[in-house]
C-alpha cells in the first residue's frame, strides 16, 4: 500500500478507535478494500479472526466462523473503509499487471486488481507517489511489467508502448495494434509482444520520444527541378545543373569572364541547383585559369 498521507493517518487512527481494533488491522484492511476496488476484500489478520473474506452487500466470513460477534465487526469496518475509499478520487484504478518468468518465454497475467498513487489534495488517504517512470504524458497503463532490468507498459487508449532498458525509456507509438501478450527469451535485451497481426517487430514502430525528447525529423533531398515561370510549371534546370562536375561555364578566357562565371556558379548554389561538391569543383576550376 502506498505511504498514508498525515491526513489519511489521522482517518485511519479514527476509524480504529470507533471499531476497536489497531492501526495496523485498519490499515491492513485498508490495502485489501482497496484491491478489492472497494467493493470486497480478501484479508488475513489475527484481529480479524485469521483469513477471511468481504463481500459489499453480500457474506461475510472470517476464520473464526462461528464469532458472530467479530463477524459483524469486520462487516461494519469493511463498509466505512468502503465509504472512505469511495470517497477518495482516482484511487480506484482498473488495469492489468503482467509479470514474467525469468527462465522461459511465456508469461503470467494478473487482470484486474487497482493502484494508487497518491494525489495533491490535502485531504487524501495518500501521499503523493514520485512520477511514473515512463513520464507524465501517459496515464494508467492497460498492462505492464518487466524482468532482467527491462519494464515495460502499454496504454491501449492512447496507443503508446513504453520500454524502459538500461536507464532510457523509449516511448512507441503502436498505431491499430492491439497488444495481447508479452515474453522474452532469455539473455534477450527486448520483450515480444504480439497482437491481433501476430508478432510486433518494434523495429517498425514510430518512435514518438527517447527520455522525453521526439526523435529529429529526417533532412529532405534538394528537388532536382526548379520552376522556369510563374505558372507553377517545373523544368529541367540550367545547363549548369547538367553538366559534368569537371566541366565549368563557357568564357572567353579574360578575368572577367571567369569572375562573371563564378558569380553564376554562386547564385546557382544558393538556389539549389549545383550541389555543394559541384559548385566547389567548378570554383577550383575557374580560379586554377586566373
Not at 90 to 113: A, E, K, M, Y
Not at 190 to 197: A, D, G, H, K, L
Not at 216 to 222: D, G, S
Request: charged letters at 10%.
Amino acid at each position: 500500500m502506498p505511504q498514508l498521507s498525515p491526513a489519511g493517518q489521522q482517518a485511519i487512527q479514527e476509524v480504529a478507535q470507533r471499531h476497536g481494533f489497531s492501526f495496523d488491522a485498519v490499515a491492513s484492511m485498508l490495502d485489501s478494500v482497496i484491491n478489492g476496488n472497494g467493493s470486497m476484500a480478501q484479508f488475513s489478520h489475527p484481529e480479524f479472526g485469521g483469513s477471511g473474506q468481504w463481500m459489499q452487500g453480500g457474506m461475510t466470513m472470517i476464520g473464526d466462523m462461528f464469532n458472530n460477534y467479530l463477524k459483524g465487526r469486520v462487516d461494519n469496518l469493511c463498509a466505512e473503509l468502503a465509504r472512505l475509499v469511495a470517497s477518495q478520487p482516482d484511487l480506484i484504478r482498473t488495469g492489468s499487471f503482467q509479470s514474467q518468468s525469468q527462465n522461459g518465454n511465456t508469461s503470467v497475467n494478473s487482470w484486474g486488481g487497482a493502484s494508487s498513487n497518491g494525489s495533491n489534495n490535502p485531504n487524501s488517504l495518500f501521499a503523493p507517489a514520485p512520477p511514473d517512470w515512463w513520464g507524465p504524458d501517459l496515464k494508467f497503463p492497460s498492462s505492464s511489467g518487466g524482468q532482467n532490468g527491462m519494464r515495460y507498459a502499454w496504454f491501449s487508449q492512447a496507443h503508446r508502448l513504453a520500454i524502459e532498458s538500461n536507464g532510457g525509456v523509449t516511448i512507441y507509438d503502436t498505431l491499430d495494434h492491439q497488444i495481447g501478450g508479452v515474453s522474452q527469451q532469455s539473455g534477450s535485451p527486448t520483450p515480444s509482444f504480439s497482437s491481433q497481426y501476430g508478432y510486433v517487430d518494434l523495429s517498425r514502430l514510430p518512435v514518438v520520444s527517447v527520455n522525453g525528447v521526439a526523435p529529429a525529423a529526417p533532412v529532405q533531398p534538394a528537388p532536382s527541378f526548379v520552376p522556369a515561370n510563374n505558372n507553377g510549371s517545373y523544368n529541367n534546370p540550367p545547363a549548369y545543373n547538367a553538366a559534368p562536375a569537371n566541366s565549368a561555364p563557357a568564357s572567353s578566357g579574360g578575368d572577367g569572364d571567369i569572375f562573371a562565371s563564378l558569380e553564376k556558379l554562386a547564385a546557382l548554389q544558393s538556389r539549389g541547383i549545383l550541389s555543394e561538391q559541384e559548385y566547389s569543383a567548378k570554383k577550383a576550376e575557374l580560379l586554377s585559369r586566373l
